[in-house]
């Protein structure tokens, strides 16, 4: 594997540890990543007019807690340290909401 790679994968699973480490009983997180990295070069006129780097990286987060559920989706900057500490405060921020919501009777959770 490449370092790209192998950096890439160390942050994902500090960021994924810091999501579920701190989940209590009868709760389920639903975590989805999207994100790019990605090298660019703008032509015109058969010469290079821009060229440049594009990385971006977006979290979206669903705690649920019985029948109760609340989603949030957050960017992140692609630093361990910051983004471990997003993650936790969203989580966080999920959980003081989830008990004012709402039953869901149609919430239907997959298993496994």
Do not use: H, K
Not at 10 to 30: K, N, P, V
Not at 88 to 105: G, I, K, M, N, Y
């Amino acid at each position: 594997m490449s370092d790209r790679t192998d950096s890439a994968r160390t942050w994902w699973e500090g960021l994924a540890r810091a999501a579920f480490s701190g989940l209590q009983a009868g709760e389920r997180l639903d975590v989805y990543y999207a994100g790019e990295s990605s090298d660019f070069a703008r032509f015109n006129a058969g010469r290079v007019r821009q060229g440049g780097t594009v990385e971006q990286n977006r979290v979206s987060l669903s705690l649920s807690c019985g029948a109760r559920q609340a989603s949030s989706a957050i960017d992140l900057a692609g630093q361990l340290d910051a983004d471990t500490l997003r993650v936790r405060q969203e989580v966080a921020a999920l959980r003081a909401l989830v008990p004012a919501l709402p039953e869901d009777p149609w919430l239907l959770l997959a298993d496994g």
